[in-house]
């Protein structure tokens, strides 16, 4: 199915700022040359530009690319600049990412239980 990503085994996101003009030759070329990951995986790969507003995802579907475009209108995505890598992310923190969140949630405390006597 086009752009189907429940069976991707891994989530990638591009830490940083990527240049939205390439297409998909440029971002697969991009995941082989600076992030040594293989565009024909099974993986899905997230990248943002400057504005935080769009990200692209590049997936291979086993005949052919899917790339695909989203753009919010209000707010912005929350996307890690601080490296220049490709981070690996679980279903939960891609979840995050999509409804406006950082992928950097903070750890929660265990409830105290209370004894009632």
Known sequence: MLGDI????H????CGYTDLRL????????????FSLDPFSNSL???CGRRCDRIKALLWEGDGFVLLYKRIENG???WPRTAQ????LSWQEFRWLTEGLSVD?????????????
């Open 45 to 47: 790969f997230l990248f």
């Open 85 to 88: 890598e490709m981070r690996n």
């Open 76 to 78: 912005g995505f929350q």
């Open 23 to 34: 297409g998909i030759d440029g971002l697969a070329q991009l995941v082989q040359q600076q």
């Open 11 to 14: 989530i990638y996101l591009a």
């Open 105 to 117: 949630q903070p750890k929660a405390n265990k409830p105290v239980s209370r004894c009632v006597l």
């Open 6 to 9: 429940s069976g991707v085994e």
